[in-house]
């Protein structure tokens, strides 16, 4: 697996290693943190579990200050068909609102769209403004909205509660 290093103004956008662990159950435990994601909080052992697989994958990458060198939080870019990424991005609670999430994914497109990637998509929880406002800021499309189309969770009596996805693309624009 070949490494990966960004830096931008105040992180490094690296592969992740084992000494993530704390840095990462601090963020994946918070309900908040992981509400709209498809999996809920995580208990210790469940971290260590994902954290295997984070080391092992090329798709997911660790956000770090430069400034103390605290994970805080990550970006994912999952191999699609045709040239193309999705984008998803998840940061620790504490660190909500100082430009961090922008910061890290302004990095990542440029990145990735240096190396030729022709299209990045992403999809949001219309509910979770704070996502899609960040990819607007970015320069993303809103493609779409499916409505009730996905469910993670079900309800006391097993029935699906159903989800509506956004759905939102950048090109790149040195073609």
Known sequence: MEKTKI???????????EKDLNDLYEYLSDEEVVRFEPYTAMNLDDVKKNLEWRISSDEIFALELKENRKMIGNIFLGKREC????????????????????????AMCVNVFSKGIHRLEANCDPNNA???KLLERLGFVREGHLRKDIYFRK????NPIWKDTFIYSKLNDRE
């Open 130 to 132: 704070a996502s899609w």
């Open 7 to 17: 830096l931008t103004e105040r992180l490094i956008i690296r592969n992740y290693e």
């Open 155 to 158: 309800d006391k009596n097993g």
């Open 83 to 106: 040239e193309t990424l999705e984008l998803g991005y998840m940061l620790n609670r504490n660190f909500w609102g100082n430009g961090y999430a922008f910061e890290a994914c302004s």
